[in-house]
């Protein structure tokens, strides 16, 4: 059984749940028993299609290139191609994989690691595609340094419970803005500093930041800016302005043009997936540095309802669907 559909719109009008065919792997490819599966925005993005550019990025001009949405997972190494050498038949993995939201998903080789010991299935298909993005903004693009001030913009959702955790592992002092009903979870994760948007401004320049993460905001790069230390660096991790045709990607375009003429660093990026990094991850997170935070699980069956609560924007961490209970041995 998968969540299938067949053209681009909202969950309510396009998923199913349908019978399908285990997926063929390629050589370099392990074929997953699904046992849960995490949502993203990413997810919602491709099952829309909406901004519209990323149907020129390979997801399918007028109907979806792949008809099973889904990438993070967790699962049971059912069969391997032949080249796959890291992993065999019976491995309990995690990470990145092609239709997550079905009994059965075909993975890349390098897309994936051994499961956390200390997570079960549900808590390690939270972790691929958000924990990777939070890691690369903090590391690679923030370059967050001990004792640095950090600011992680949206520090409730799925990126941002991770970006918090990660900031704070690095050795940052970290402040966490989120919604009045999300305090007390990103005070739970650690943040030295939790700052309630809707009713303070963050950025309203009484204390700047040696790193922003602006992780799907709306806020414009002024006000970001005036929060900023003059050397500072602001990573926009993401950016939901519902427009069809930018969905909010204008202002990153405009922050790497702006960044080459002043003093702060501008910019952002796009998450590469692989299994370093999620090896990476699974160090921090058996150290108990980093955990999993997920809010509600679905039933595979129940997956539109999963997808219009993550849209509703209430979601505290993550949202992930239960395909398997358990997997028989």
């Known amino acids: 059984m998968a969540i299938v559909q067949d053209e681009y719109g909202e969950a309510a009008d396009v998923l199913r749940l349908e019978e399908v065919d285990r997926p063929e792997i390629g050589d370099a490819e392990v074929l997953l028993r699904v046992q849960a599966a995490g949502l993203d925005r990413g997810t919602w993005h491709a099952m829309a299609g909406l901004p519209y550019p990323i149907r020129l990025a390979g997801f399918g001009l007028r109907t979806p290139k792949n008809r099973v949405p889904g990438s993070e997972v967790a699962g049971r190494v059912e069969a391997v191609g032949k080249d796959v050498t890291r992993f065999a038949v019976g491995d309990e993995v995690f990470g990145i994989a092609a239709g997550s939201f079905a009994e059965y998903a075909r993975a890349r080789e390098d897309k994936l690691a051994p499961r956390p010991t200390n997570l079960s299935a549900e808590q390690a298909a ?47 002092e970290v402040t966490g803005a989120c919604s009045t009903g999300k305090v007390d979870l990103v005070r739970s994760l650690g943040a030295d500093h939790v700052v309630d948007y809707t009713q303070h401004d963050v950025t309203d320049g009484q ?16 006000q970001l800016r005036r929060a900023l230390a003059p050397r500072g660096t602001l990573v926009i991790v993401g950016s939901e302005t519902g427009g069809r045709w930018l969905g909010g990607t204008d202002r990153q375009l405009r922050a790497m043009a702006l ?23 699974s160090e921090l997170i058996e150290s108990g540095q ?6 509600r699980t679905y039933p595979l069956g129940e ?15 993550k949202v992930v669907i239960r395909v398997r209970t358990s997997v028989p041995g």
């Open 207 to 222: 204390q700047r930041y040696d790193v922003i993460l602006d992780i799907g905001g709306q806020r414009p790069l002024r």
């Open 126 to 172: 939270a972790v691929g595609v958000s924990a990777v993005t939070a890691l690369q903004a903090v590391r690679d693009r923030g370059r967050v340094q001990p004792g640095q001030k950090v600011l992680v913009i949206g520090a409730s959702g799925g990126v941002g419970t991770y970006a918090l955790q990660i900031a704070k592992a690095f050795g940052a």
């Open 290 to 295: 980093v955990v999993p935070c997920v809010d």
């Open 303 to 317: 997956a539109t309802e999963a997808i219009q609560y993550l849209q509703a924007g209430q979601a505290r961490g």
């Open 259 to 281: 960044s080459p003429f002043i003093g702060q660093k501008l910019g952002t990026f796009v998450c590469s997936e692989n299994a370093q990094d999620l090896l990476v991850l």
